[in-house]
């Protein structure tokens, strides 16, 4: 391709995105099928809608099924003794299964130095902590609380939501294994209510959460565009999401992103030095798991042939797209390229972040970059990501149309020499 039908080809790419109504279409018909908690009817629907806009796209399509099991709520509820009152919860992912009065402990935002200072108090009470706005260099993940709480004897976990109004927290709560302690997501107007029964003196809680074994079969859906080499660029985004909302942000908007950039460089791939892999990962919010079983698949030549991945997760809520990178070279120095291109920067972030599928690709010496909306700014919509307020109507047209641009252009940018 010479210099100017590629800056022509950019042109049109950014135009057509722009007219795109595809995008917005994409995006309404995946909230439609719900939360798409894998393994769940809602993620079964979303396959089947993926499955037919991949199929759509025009490459070679395939599948990879693996199988998971884990736990499923059947129904719970956390009441607040002294009052006799329900507080609003939610059980995390894997949520083990518990019907039990427990005393508890407020360890306020629950870090590492938290839990060391309650050290002799912690054990045998469920511990109280908050939620953090998840995406800032700074912030204490719900895993490392839970990793603490499990590691100082708790009985078991509650997490706070620190957004007012959201209802619920949700999240990946364990791997469902023996020792896992139950871990349950309260409202803001909860945690206040819970800490401030604490603050006049002990209070127990009435934990409970039923839990059945289940068993199934993920899938993972694959496009492949081959270009003039073997080499390939892997374009990724989850499927699957949490039950409180529409998963909207995260990651229906990342979804609708990634079919969208697939249309309009899927057919210039044949052209380009590298090929395009569409990658539909599920499992993701259990422990990446999808993407695990994926990456584990490849052997030494084919994780070679892999120039890098580019995870979109989160692509919305900020006007402007961030690049989590590792600080790995080849990432920081796509990210220039295609900030140069179309005139609109991709911001680096530096930290080693582990939040998404594209942490299995790092692991496996493949240069990865998640692209999300947003980064070290509370305002950001990705605060309220994993609660009730993660809907549709969060979304900004012009952000999503914004991050499929920039999504395409780092994606174009990796499939040239
Ligand atoms: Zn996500």
Not at 159 to 184: C, H, L, R, W
Not at 188 to 196: K, P, V, Y
Not at 354 to 367: V, Y
Request: hydrophobic letters at 40%.
């Amino acid at each position: 391709m010479t210099g100017d039908t590629f800056m022509t080809d950019i042109r049109d790419i950014i135009g057509d995105i722009w007219l795109s109504d595809e995008l917005m279409g994409d995006l309404t018909a995946i909230c439609d099928t719900g939360g798409r908690v894998a393994g769940t009817a809602s993620e079964a629907a979303a396959q089947a809608l993926l499955e037919r806009r991949a199929r759509d796209l025009g490459g070679q399509y395939s599948e990879q099924t693996f199988t998971v099991t884990g736990l499923r709520s059947q129904g719970h509820s956390v009441r607040l003794i002294a009052s006799g009152r329900e507080l609003e919860s939610y059980p995390l992912l894997n949520c083990a299964a518990v019907d039990d009065v427990l005393p508890v402990i407020d360890l306020g935002r629950g870090t590492p130095s938290d839990f060391e200072g309650a050290r002799d108090l912690i054990p045998g009470h469920a511990v109280l902590v908050r939620h953090e706005f998840p995406f800032s260099t700074n912030h204490v993940h719900r895993g490392v609380k839970l990793a603490l709480a499990r590691e100082y004897g708790a009985a078991a976990f509650l997490i706070g939501n620190n957004q007012p109004g959201a209802g619920a927290v949700s999240g990946s709560g364990g791997t469902g294994e023996p020792g896992e302690i139950p871990a349950f997501g309260l409202s803001h107007d909860a945690t206040s209510e819970l800490a401030t029964a604490l603050a006049f003196g002990p209070a127990e809680v009435h934990l409970v959460n039923e839990a059945t074994a289940g068993e199934w079969t993920g899938r993972n859906i694959f496009v492949r565009f081959p270009g003039r080499t073997d080499d390939v660029v892997v374009l990724s985004a989850h499927i699957d999401g949490h039950g409180l909302a529409e998963s909207a942000m995260d990651n229906g908007a990342g979804l609708a992103t990634v079919l969208e950039v697939a249309r309009r460089l899927g057919p210039r791939a044949a052209d380009s030095e590298r090929g395009l892999l569409v990658a539909l990962f599920t499992f993701e919010e259990w422990a990446l798991t999808g993407s695990a079983e994926y990456v584990a698949s490849l052997d030494e030549a084919e994780r070679g042939r892999i120039h890098c991945n580019v995870n979109v997760d989160t692509p919305v809520g900020y006007p402007r797209l961030y690049g989590l990178t590792a600080g790995n070279p080849v990432i920081l120095d796509l990210l220039q390229r295609a900030s140069r291109l179309g005139g609109t920067p991709v911001h680096p972030i530096y930290a080693h972040t582990t939040n998404s599928d594209h942490a299995n690709f790092l692991a496996a010496g493949i240069p990865a970059v998640r692209l999300i909306g947003g980064y070290n700014d509370e305002s950001a919509g990705s605060r309220l990501l994993l609660t009730a307020a993660d809907t549709r109507h969060r979304i900004e047209p012009l952000d999503l149309k914004h991050g499929a641009i920039v999504t395409a252009l780092v994606t174009l940018s990796a499939m040239q020499a």
